[in-house]
């Protein structure tokens, strides 16, 4: 199983960026998919989940309304579109799939919000 991300860096505050997961080594579209982040200091937390078909999705209180995860089961890709960023925002976001009992992450993408 290999996740990879892309997409992070500087923007300001109000800015956007998409973030996209590439995933390979196991059958994408039967599993759910996930993005946390973790800021310095902090646990990692939960920003958003998309089902396997994609129809379903939940997110954090922290990003609801900002942010929207969608997934191409074609591609075998996972995105994150964040909008109207703060700096709150900034943390390392990190791709992640559980596959029975084993969960994989990816190396992450640093996301910096700040003037």
């Known amino acids: 199983v290999q996740l990879v991300e892309s997409g992070g860096g500087l923007v300001q505050p109000g800015g956007s960026l998409r973030l996209s997961c590439a995933a390979s080594?196991?059958?994408?579209?039967?599993?759910?998919m996930r993005w946390y982040r973790q800021a310095p200091g902090k646990e990692r937390e939960l920003v958003a989940h998309?089902?396997?078909?994609?129809?379903?999705?939940n997110y954090g209180d922290s990003v609801k309304g900002r942010f929207t995860i969608s997934r191409d089961n074609t591609k075998k890709m996972v995105y994150l579109q964040m909008d109207s960023l703060k700096p709150e925002d900034t943390a390392m976001y990190y791709c992640?799939?559980?596959?029975?009992?084993?969960?994989?992450w990816g190396q992450g993408t640093q996301v910096t919000v700040s003037s």
């Open positions: 992640h799939v559980r596959i029975r009992a084993n969960e994989f």
């Open positions: 080594g196991f059958i994408f579209n039967q599993y759910d």
């Open positions: 998309v089902i396997n078909n994609g129809y379903r999705r």
